[in-house]
């Protein structure tokens, strides 16, 4: 058993999915996370704030002020967010680059306001950790690091020169240390923020994303059982119009002399008509064959085997074992299409990494219905081990090529029916998957 996508297509990735680490010739083919929108009100609000700032220090407080930069400063943020609301109104969903661009200007624009107003001695020096906070959240690793490299920068710069600090008299000389140690703390604050922020917002996107192949394939199961039982209703109300035209068909060849051009012809029809009702047969029957209709309860050890008849390989020997107390009748459950792909998922896993042998075995008691999966193959290794169930992530063995998504989309689907889902490695070698329900949560339709 291992970490591996079904066969069966559970979801074609987004188009644009970012990739952990791409160059700058891979930006423009990604998928915006942000509109253009979003970020201009964020300058716009950026703006506000630092209008009043310079409103409340020059005019309120008296301070001395380098009134003509800073407002020249200001001023090119108000330009640029007239000129990007041009742009269908600011709807454009931007891709990683563009995005990239916007965030680094208005680092570089706070960076400038604060080297011409005392730079880290400035107390909102602290905002510069807000753009990159924001690409952190919504861009590709590369953009993250570029700019987390673009904001250290500016802190070493700002460190570095910078005007001095707008007071009513002059300020005392700030000790080196103090200013190194407010240096410090920023970029440090910088890298574990840009850090920390990117990965929480990666693995919700890589949650989003599997669970909505989880759905999808969901789907796929529910439209692929209904089928059988809209065969099995076209079946039964097409019998009885064939079954009027066989009567006529039969009276009319009764009724017709032997030496009549039109005998051949109602001979034909009557052929056709017995093709049609062997057609319409094969579908009424063909649910059963598969375990029975959506809403038809069958034997578990019945429903293990339609999970796996699609996942069979022919070099591979499948067997499906039950273990059961001697009065222990055994359990009935509907052929629902979350257990069916569940466990078939699971079944198809174990053939891919088999080398012999594929063993389902199922086991029941009054209180609990278990099922386990297990492979004679190399097993999980231990380092993903402890993961075994997260989406994207690596497999074990030599084996590369496969994300978790398959076992993901399958312990989902199983969970929703109430079971448990454990996994492990056998004594003797091999993987193995183990699913629990209580039977007393099942529903009785179960």
């Known amino acids: ?202 693995e919700a996107r890589r949650f989003a994303e599997a669970l909505s192949a989880t759905q999808v394939a969901l789907a796929r199961e529910q439209r692929l059982s209904s089928l059988g039982a809209l065969a099995a209703a076209a079946a039964h109300e097409l019998g009885s119009p064939l079954g009027t035209i066989a009567v006529v068909a039969k009276e009319l060849s009764r009724d017709l002399p032997p030496d009549s051009p039109y005998g051949e012809d109602v001979s034909l029809l009557q052929s056709q008509v017995m093709r049609c009702r062997e057609i319409l047969a094969d579908l009424a029957r063909k649910p059963e064959a598969d375990g029975g209709d959506p809403f038809e309860r069958i034997p578990l050890t019945a429903l293990l085997d339609a999970a796996g008849t699609p996942h069979r390989l022919g070099h591979i020997q499948f067997v499906i074992e039950k273990t059961a107390p001697p009065d222990g009748e055994e359990p009935v459950f509907r052929r629902s299409p979350e257990i069916i792909h569940g466990i078939g998922n699971y079944i198809q896993n174990a053939h891919q990494f088999a080398d012999r042998r594929v063993t389902v075995t199922a086991t029941w008691d009054a209180r609990t219905v278990t099922v386990a999966v297990m492979d004679d193959g190399p097993g999980f290794p231990a380092q993903v081990l402890a993961r075994v169930g997260e989406p994207y992530i690596s497999t074990r063995g030599e084996r590369a090529g496969h994300m978790g998504l398959g076992i993901f989309i399958a312990q989902t689907l199983l969970e929703k029916t109430g079971a448990m889902v454990a996994y492990g490695n056998n004594r003797g070698g091999g993987a193995r998957v183990v699913v629990r329900w209580d039977r007393g949560m099942l529903k009785p339709e179960d």
């Open 1 to 202: 058993m291992t970490l591996v996508q079904s066969a069966r297509p559970a979801a074609p990735q987004p188009s644009g999915r970012r990739s952990a680490g791409m160059g700058p010739a891979q930006w423009t083919n990604l998928d915006g996370r942000v509109t253009l929108r979003t970020l201009i009100l964020i300058r716009w609000i950026a703006v506000v704030g630092q209008l009043a700032t310079v409103g409340f220090v020059q005019l309120a407080l008296g301070f001395p002020l380098p009134l003509g930069p800073v407002l020249a400063a200001v001023g090119a943020s108000v330009l640029l967010n007239i000129v990007a609301m041009a742009q269908r109104g600011g709807r454009l969903r931007l891709a990683d680059r563009d995005a990239a661009l916007y965030l680094g200007y208005d680092m570089l624009q706070l960076t400038l306001l604060l080297y011409l107003t005392g730079g880290l001695a400035n107390p909102f020096a602290i905002l510069l950790l807000a753009p990159m906070t924001v690409a952190a959240a919504i861009l590709s690793r590369y953009c993250v690091v570029i700019l987390t490299g673009l904001n250290l920068i500016c802190l070493t710069v700002l460190a570095l020169w910078h005007f001095p600090l707008p007071w009513p008299e002059p300020m005392p000389a700030v000790a080196p240390l103090y200013a190194f140690g407010i240096w410090l703390s920023l970029s440090v604050s910088a890298g574990f923020i840009s850090g920390y922020v990117f990965r929480v917002a990666e």
